[in-house]
């Protein structure tokens, strides 16, 4: 069986060596130079000195909130220098490519090499695909196609009353880097999830106050941030929330998870 695969993250390589193993020919299509799919960081973000999507999200000083025994592949264990189970995005991407060179599965990849359309034909599938370094774009038959894209790519932006109105700068938390962005700040984060949390203790070092607004009744228990209602509306120069309250803020980032990816 031929079988195309979309994406070279984490599902996209173990179903390359799961496929290859038992008999397979695969063609691993990454539209990105690096494999490792989320945990690849950039400083870039937004578009790119290419004028193309970043499709990256890690940032700097990021720690798994997942223990490295629920994310090690069957057969293939962490090296033993790595004890701590939460771990960091540098330990994660190194265990891909060491599982990668391990089961030699990169010859397999192709990169800068993105998937423009999949269509059924007769008892197969058409994949087109388009290299982006060239511009060119071909075609081959496969028995079966593997979508394996992710879903961290497309930021789940809500609509808030006065959006366009807001004067500071508005940003998703897949955009999301460093600190530096945020030094003697008026910071104010959407969300209450992990990555809220997160990014919200390791700017309070260097902005002047942090709000979180969050929907759930449950208290966050957050250091040094200011837990708010969700918010009503944006006003030029910050936000009104739910209990009436209002803050002025410099920053608005959303921590309001991804959209998924495909398209049928």
């Given at each position: 069986m031929?079988?195309a ?6 599902s996209?390589?173990?179903s390359l ?8 020919e ?17 400083d ?14 890690m ?20 090296p ?5 189970s ?8 190194d265990?891909?490519h ?9 010859r397999?990849?192709?990169y ?5 359309r999949?269509?059924p ?7 087109t ?9 071909r075609?081959?038959?496969y ?8 879903q961290?790519?497309?930021?789940r932006?809500?609509?808030?009353e006065?959006?366009n109105l807001?004067?500071g ?6 955009d ?14 959407i ?14 070092a ?8 969050h929907?759930s ?5 957050v250091?040094?941030?200011?837990v708010k209602?969700?918010?009503k509306?944006l ?28 398209k049928k």
């Amino acid at each position: 069986m031929k079988i195309a695969i979309i994406g070279a993250g984490v599902s996209g390589v173990i179903s390359l060596k799961y496929a290859k193993e038992s008999g397979h020919e695969c063609d691993v299509f990454e539209q990105t130079g690096e494999l490792g799919g989320t945990w690849v960081y950039s400083d870039e973000y937004g578009i790119d000195k290419n004028g193309m999507p970043t499709y990256r999200n890690m940032y700097k000083g990021l720690v798994t909130n997942s223990p490295k025994e629920l994310m090690t592949f069957l057969d293939f264990q962490y090296p033993p220098d790595v004890k701590d189970s939460f771990i960091t995005q540098k330990q994660t991407l190194d265990y891909i490519h060491d599982f990668v060179r391990k089961f030699d599965l990169e010859r397999h990849i192709q990169y800068y090499t993105c998937v423009k359309r999949v269509e059924p034909n007769d008892d197969q599938w058409t994949v087109t695909v388009v290299d982006d370094k060239t511009k060119t774009e071909r075609q081959a038959r496969y028995d079966a196609v593997f979508v394996c894209n992710g879903q961290h790519f497309i930021p789940r932006m809500p609509e808030i009353e006065g959006q366009n109105l807001f004067r500071g700068l508005q940003m998703h938390s897949r955009d999301y880097r460093s600190t530096e962005l945020y030094e003697s700040k008026q910071v104010l984060i959407i969300g209450g999830a992990s990555s809220a949390i997160d990014i919200s203790q390791k700017i309070t070092a260097v902005a002047k106050n942090v709000y979180i607004s969050h929907w759930s009744t449950i208290l966050l228990k957050v250091v040094d941030v200011t837990v708010k209602p969700s918010v009503k509306q944006l006003y030029d120069k910050g936000a009104v929330f739910s209990d009436g309250t209002k803050e002025d803020f410099d920053i608005i980032l959303y921590c309001t998870g991804k959209c998924k990816f495909s398209k049928k």
